[in-house]
């Protein structure tokens, strides 16, 4: 087997989607091989030894590492700028694995209350079942943040856009602020996609990604992506996925491997469709409120030019009415349809307050600015007039 001789560093994003991480078998394949195999044997019993002693390089053990995920890994690093990258089973994985593994007893979290439920579950809920606190702030006010720092305090965590509200935080305020405290920021980072924000750069220590979404792209599998420093990944989550094992499925892996190639053409065409519809919602009567982080109006448009290349495939609206409206209006829809996943070629339509972010009080969701009558709508990659006269059938049913 052989690395791929081209030197990708230098060269474009779209190019290093394509090429970066190959790993040639014997047989020369152009697309790169799917190594479907829980383990791998040895020439020797020295050569097992040195294999566990990291002195013989090459693989193990699918929960370790897998030629094929580790395409995926350094595919993914060569993209994001990152130096390393572990592959996990699920985004949550990754979030978990990425928090968890910095913290012991007594340590303390910092994380923006404007999260993805799961999200919030493992900071709120988890954590402090192993004596692990955690506060919770408006991400968009950097006192806040300064405020819940204790001396305890060893990781922040936000995630922007954020799930539903798409708020944004200004990533490289608060990654100062965790320098300047000795804590390190890990950044959610799957609403912005990789391409059109790149927190490492913005001095966040760590970046992750449920591959489920865009990297993915097409419905198929679930996946995760922690990418950090050689050290960070060494020191805080290597043993961690190691021993606990939320390893990914090489298949799963390797599709995602292959959606990379396409995840630039698929993501801007999706977000150029968003703007069409976000600027059509915004000019509607019916609506109280229409979200999108491009928009001149968005509450932190000033941050996001700053710190993103692009907006966001996701568009958050608002129906007066309530619930019984939202729902009326997602009953009315006849192409996008009601599914809690996001990033998709597909455009997917789902009701916050029910369904993601169900478990929460309603004095909880206000506080996230989630009101009954919120939309997230994921546009996909449809032509936009279909979309938008889906959107217009619907909302006339109001
Ligand atoms: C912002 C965010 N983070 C993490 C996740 C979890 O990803 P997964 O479903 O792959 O575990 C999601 C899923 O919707 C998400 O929207």
Redesign the pocket.
């Known amino acids: 087997m052989s690395a791929n001789p081209g030197d990708v560093a230098g060269l474009h994003p779209e190019t290093r989607l394509v090429h970066a991480g190959t790993l040639r078998s014997q047989f020369g394949e152009t697309s790169e091989a799917l190594f479907l195999t829980q383990g791998h044997v040895y020439d020797s019993a020295e050569q097992a030894e040195a294999r566990f002693l990291n002195k013989d390089p090459g693989f193990q053990y699918a929960r370790f590492s897998n030629p094929t995920v580790a395409m995926l890994e350094a595919r993914m690093a060569a993209f994001e700028g990152a130096e390393a990258c572990r592959a996990t089973a ?4 990754a ?1 978990t694995a990425a928090i968890m593994g910095q913290v012991r007893q007594g340590d303390h979290v910092v994380a923006a209350r404007a999260l ?1 439920g ?2 919030r579950y493992v900071v709120e809920e988890h954590l402090p079942r192993y004596g692990v606190t955690s506060t919770l702030v408006d991400g968009t006010d950097l006192v806040a943040w300064r405020e819940a720092v204790t001396p305890q305090t060893k990781v922040f965590f936000l ?1 922007s856009p954020s ?1 539903p509200t798409l708020e944004v935080i200004d990533i490289a305020a608060v990654a100062a602020l965790a320098k300047e405290v000795g804590a390190t920021l890990v950044v ?1 980072n ?2 912005a996609t990789p391409l059109f924000q790149r927190p490492l750069q913005l001095g966040a220590d760590c970046v992750v990604y ?4 865009h990297i993915d792209g097409q419905g198929r599998c ?3 992506l922690i990418l950090a420093s050689q050290a960070f990944i060494e020191a805080h989550v290597q043993t961690f996925l190691r021993q606990t094992g939320p390893a990914i499925s090489p298949f799963n892996a390797w599709v995602m491997l292959k959606a990379l190639e396409t995840l630039p053409l698929r993501v801007r065409q999706q977000a150029h469709n968003a703007a069409i519809v976000a600027e059509w919602l915004a000019g509607r009567p019916g609506l109280s409120r229409v979200i999108f982080p491009c928009a001149r109006n968005h509450p932190q448009a000033e941050i996001i030019a700053r710190q993103m290349t692009g907006p966001s495939t996701l568009v958050a609206f608002e129906v007066e009415g309530g619930k019984e409206a939202a729902f009326r209006f997602l009953n009315g829809l006849k192409l996008i349809r009601i599914s ?3 990033g998709d070629a597909k455009s997917l339509i789902v009701h916050p307050a029910t369904t ?1 972010h169900q478990r929460f009080s309603s004095e909880i969701r206000a506080s996230m600015g989630i009101s009954d009558g919120l939309i997230r709508l994921s546009v996909g990659l449809e032509h936009a007039d279909d979309l938008v006269a889906d959107l217009e059938r619907a909302l006339a049913g109001v």
């Open positions: 699920t985004g949550m994985a979030v993805f799961s999200c995630e799930n959610d799957v609403f449920s591959a489920t979404k679930l996946g995760g809690n996943n996001l993601t």
